[in-house]
């Protein structure tokens, strides 16, 4: 593996990457879909399925009866999101280390923007970030380059391989690729390996410590 630019900004993706919601997700969903006569998903399945914008990925579940789905859906995911919201170990620290360090760092979600950034205030992690950018905030979500540069717009840095994209998708590797930057895989058992084919990562990190310590080298090569 070729070495990695030494970063000057980091946009995160944020289920999976920074935090674990899961369980709100899941049981939002499966209002949405006992509403229409559709099968409950397992956690694990929803893990699987969940990775597009739900302006992408919605109109093929429920198709013309999507935006009903979409208001079962928030009604009942607002109702506890923010009681249920964790973040993932060593996710707090890695951001004050890249803040600490005077890196920009930036949030890239395919999460409805308004509640991306209600659970970052919950966090108390909005001083972390230079922008959050959710679903809907752009005119188009991952894996389009619209909310990268969005996330980008008033830092001074512009796209290239010194913003490293960190998500946990196939579709943050695509929008990684696709905008001209950098893509860091923070791995989970969500995806196949097969799942990257078309869009690789350029490293791959376990954890939170992993994905430090691939800023480390890139910064400070031995």
Same mark, same amino acid.
């Given at each position: 593996?070729?070495?990695?630019?030494?970063?000057?900004?980091?946009?995160?993706?944020?289920?999976?990457?920074?935090?674990?919601?899961?369980?709100?997700?899941?049981?939002?969903?499966?209002?949405?879909?006992?509403?229409?006569?559709?099968?409950?998903?397992?956690?694990?399945?929803?893990?699987?399925?969940?990775?597009?914008?739900?302006?992408?990925?919605?109109?093929?579940?429920?198709?013309?009866?999507?935006?009903?789905?979409?208001?079962?859906?928030?009604?009942?995911?607002?109702?506890?999101?923010?009681?249920?919201?964790?973040?993932?170990?060593?996710?707090?620290?890695?951001?004050?280390?890249?803040?600490?360090?005077?890196?920009?760092?930036?949030?890239?979600?395919?999460?409805?923007?308004?509640?991306?950034?209600?659970? %970052? &205030?919950?966090?108390?992690?909005?001083?972390?970030?230079?922008? @959050?950018?959710?679903?809907?905030? *752009?005119?188009? =979500?991952? $894996?389009?380059?619209?909310?990268?540069?969005?996330?980008?717009?008033?830092?001074?840095?512009?796209?290239?391989?010194?913003?490293?994209?960190?998500?946990?998708?196939?579709?943050?590797?695509?929008?990684? %690729? &696709?905008?001209?930057?950098?893509?860091?895989?923070?791995?989970? @058992?969500?995806?196949?390996?097969? *799942?990257?084919? =078309?869009? $690789?990562?350029?490293?791959?990190?376990?954890?939170?410590?992993?994905?430090?310590?691939?800023?480390?080298?890139?910064?400070?090569?031995?």
């Amino acid at each position: 593996m070729t070495a990695l630019p030494a970063p000057a900004a980091i946009l995160f993706d944020w289920d999976n990457t920074l935090v674990d919601n899961w369980p709100s997700i899941a049981r939002a969903l499966n209002a949405a879909r006992r509403a229409f006569g559709h099968p409950e998903l397992s956690e694990a399945a929803v893990r699987g399925w969940v990775r597009q914008s739900m302006r992408n990925s919605f109109p093929a579940m429920f198709g013309e009866a999507w935006t009903e789905a979409r208001e079962i859906f928030y009604d009942t995911f607002r109702a506890n999101h923010l009681e249920t919201l964790k973040p993932l170990p060593g996710a707090a620290e890695l951001l004050e280390t890249l803040n600490g360090r005077g890196l920009y760092v930036g949030v890239v979600s395919n999460k409805n923007g308004d509640y991306l950034r209600k659970e %970052i &205030r919950h966090l108390a992690w909005t001083a972390r970030f230079g922008r @959050a950018v959710g679903a809907g905030d *752009a005119v188009e =979500d991952k $894996p389009a380059v619209a909310p990268v540069d969005l996330a980008l717009d008033g830092s001074g840095i512009g796209r290239s391989g010194a913003v490293w994209f960190v998500g946990d998708a196939a579709v943050d590797m695509e929008c990684a %690729i &696709r905008a001209g930057c950098t893509p860091i895989l923070r791995a989970t @058992a969500d995806e196949p390996e097969t *799942a990257f084919s =078309d869009w $690789p990562p350029a490293a791959v990190a376990d954890s939170s410590e992993g994905i430090m310590r691939l800023v480390d080298k890139a910064r400070w090569p031995i």
